[in-house]
Nanobody, 125 residues
């Protein structure tokens, strides 16, 4: 199971760090991703990191502001969010994809097998 935390209310220009911790097993061999879903919108890709942490990808909307990282010893993936904007307001979900899913696009929700419960990030203007 994946447990996301770290959301909250922050002013525009501020920062937050989200965490996603796996329980009941290890995600060290899993590719991990973060998605977000704003009210009335579809869930969208935010960032992705490979099993070693050596390869990352970002949505254009967050590139240069967000950083995804992982600590496999702690079974935890992080999303450092800087220079937050009101349009970043959403519920953020972490997700994991085992090797069997590697043939699917990591930018689509269908590319992930397991999902956390989501954590709400609200950015005020």
């Amino acid at each position: 199971q994946l447990q996301a935390s770290g959301g909250g209310l922050v002013q525009a220009g501020g920062s937050l760090r989200l965490s996603c911790t796996a329980s009941g097993g290890t995600t060290s061999t899993y590719v991990m991703g973060w998605f977000r879903q704003a009210p009335g919108k579809e869930r969208e890709f935010v960032a992705h990191i490979n099993w070693s942490g050596g390869s990352t990808h970002y949505a254009d909307s967050v590139k240069g502001r967000f950083i995804i990282s992982r600590d496999n010893a702690k079974n935890t993936v992080y999303l450092q969010m800087n220079s937050l904007k009101p349009e970043d307001t959403a519920v953020y979900y972490c997700a994991g994809r085992p090797p069997a899913y590697y043939g699917r696009s990591f930018r689509n929700t269908g590319g992930y097998e397991s999902w956390g419960q989501g954590t709400l990030v609200t950015v005020s203007s």
